[in-house]
């Protein structure tokens, strides 16, 4: 068993236009307070199970600009940081057993990065009654993050960059669009899940996913 999840939110933001409209921004901060804070782990059996943390709060900055500077040169840029850490919560690691319950009071809330940046380019070319061309390219930096609430190395994943690509044409008339595309330019591996549950047999379970690789293709849409 396991109890509802509570939280109160508190946001502040402001929107704001500059230099004859040519920059917008986008500031925020936020503080959340938890109680009872679901998280999801696995047990000695390697099933998944929810258990709630006693207490827990987030607070962080974001901050988002758009600036097109000239017609046709759009930019776009993005930073966030998060602070956000368990107050009270006790909890066993099913993968060692003879540490008992811990107290895990100050470590990192679990796939919360303290860090992240992002940066999109977008060039347009009019095409008069054949429509636009659009390049575009976007690129993200996200910090390292815990798996679980432990905050063992083990649990722990890298830092990662993200980059796409995309070349796009749309009709006149908005009702066609063609796109060649390139995501994760790089080909970088990426672990976006990790999960560990109990020992099995000597050894302790691991489940987790990665992001696709390099993945390229065409898309052409049709609205209706």
Excluded at 16 to 26: E, G, T, V
Excluded at 159 to 179: E, G, I, K
Excluded at 189 to 202: A, K, M, N, P, S
Aim: aromatic share 12%.
């Amino acid at each position: 068993p396991y109890d509802a999840e509570n939280i109160a939110a508190y946001e502040l933001g402001l929107k704001s236009l500059w230099f004859d409209q040519k920059i917008q921004s986008n500031i925020s901060a936020f503080y959340y307070d938890y109680t009872d804070k679901q998280e999801l782990g696995r047990n000695d059996q390697g099933i998944a199970k929810l258990t709630n943390a006693g207490e827990a709060t987030t607070w962080g900055l974001e901050l988002e600009v758009s600036a097109r500077l000239i017609p046709a040169l759009l930019i776009d840029a993005s930073a966030g940081y998060l602070n956000a850490e368990y107050d009270e919560f006790e909890s066993r690691d099913d993968t060692n057993f003879a540490l008992g319950f811990q107290d895990l009071s100050g470590n990192s809330l679990v796939r919360a990065p303290e860090l992240k940046f992002s940066l999109g380019l977008q060039y347009e070319w009019a095409l008069g009654e054949a429509g636009q061309l659009a390049m575009r390219l976007d690129t993200s930096w996200v910090d390292e993050q815990f798996a679980r609430p432990f905050n063992l190395d083990t649990d722990k994943s890298d830092s990662y960059n993200w980059t796409n690509a995309q070349l796009r044409w749309d009709s006149q008339d908005q009702l066609w669009q063609a796109a060649l595309y390139v995501q994760n330019l790089s080909d970088n591996d990426v672990i976006t899940r990790q999960e560990r549950g109990g020992v099995l047999v000597g050894f302790a379970q691991l489940a987790g996913g990665f992001l696709p690789p390099r993945t390229y293709g065409v898309k052409i849409t049709r609205q209706f």
